[in-house]
């Protein structure tokens, strides 16, 4: 059921040549982006606006959707918490646990929008990780989440045949239904420029950027602003992570109340073709208490209600 790996990505490029190189189906890419959730109603603007549960990721995870709920979020997006393993869904987890995760979501009257998967043991051979992040697509599916967030890797020993793996399984996730991002997260994949070089590269129609602006600062120490670093991501981005930055290295940051300027960066990727898609909050002011972090929760999604109406 695995797709061909392209012959460009199964060459046995060098790291400097795979990220790089060109890709002959770059021209395409921008055109055939996943179409966004039906079910639980968009905003105005056609944008998703959703919450992770990274913010109370000190919780069970069910708290965390308890928390988006009350603070009027449609969408949802899994994470971390306080469980089996801080990533909710790894290549541990069974297709029934993810499918029961998936009901928490829609019995709070939510939709799973996306889920972040973490490692897929891609250090341990190409074929373990292909294998690895099948699993994480079966679980995807099973949950009923159209799309799997992925951070890349920090080896660099690890970078070519990390995207081997995501080539070699992209056709294995539309089958699904399911679309992979990977998100500016250091290392080879610190900027939009560095992301855009992996897509084209990989050359996968369900396979994008996930734009994250507080980790445009965060990675460069807070000398790259993700103004000026979005256009890079033009025709790519598949959803954002709402993340702001406070200096010298801190991202749990209520957005809005830090160095991101969020109109900008969406005005800005609105004009590369970012018209729809989810928009997720991933990061808020840290806190204790659950309560307390539902309510900056609220004051998330109001602020993003209001940047999407302009």
Not at 112 to 125: D, R, T, W
Not at 274 to 295: H, M, N, Q, Y
């Amino acid at each position: 059921m695995s797709t061909r790996i392209s012959k460009e990505v199964s060459s046995g490029l060098s790291r400097r040549r795979f990220l790089g190189g060109p890709a002959a189906a770059a021209g395409t890419l921008a055109l055939a982006r996943i179409p966004v959730l039906r079910g639980a109603p968009e905003n105005p603007a056609g944008f998703q606006i959703g919450c992770y549960t990274r913010p109370w990721d000190q919780f069970d995870y069910k708290v965390a959707l308890d928390g988006m709920a009350e603070a009027g979020y449609k969408y949802a997006g899994l994470m971390t918490h306080k469980g089996k393993s801080w990533v909710i869904v790894t290549t541990e987890t069974t297709p029934e646990e993810a499918a029961s995760m998936g009901e928490e979501v829609r019995r709070r009257g939510m939709e799973l929008s996306s889920i972040y998967v973490g490692n897929f043991a891609v250090e341990k051979s190409i074929e373990a990780g292909i294998a690895g992040l099948k699993r994480l697509i079966d679980n995807c599916a099973a949950a009923r989440s159209p799309r799997i967030l992925i951070s890349g890797t920090g080896k660099d020993a690890l970078v070519e045949a990390y995207y081997k793996v995501v080539a070699e399984c992209c056709d294995y996730a539309a089958a699904n239904n399911i679309s992979i991002s990977v998100k500016p997260h250091g290392g080879s994949n610190a900027t939009a420029a560095q992301c855009r070089k992996i897509v084209e590269t990989v050359g996968k129609k369900n396979f994008g950027m996930w734009y994250d602006p507080g980790n445009i600062f965060f990675y460069s120490e807070g000398k790259i602003d993700p103004v000026e670093d979005v256009p890079d991501a033009h025709g790519l981005i598949m959803g954002m992570s709402i993340k702001d930055y406070k200096a010298p290295k801190e991202v749990m940051v209520t957005p809005g109340t830090g160095l991101v300027n969020f109109r900008e960066v969406l005005r800005r990727a609105r004009q590369g073709g970012f018209t729809r898609g989810p928009l997720i909050v991933e990061c808020l002011d840290r806190s204790d208490s659950a309560a307390k972090i539902t309510a900056e929760a609220r004051k998330a999604r109001q602020l993003l209600e209001e940047l999407t109406r302009a």
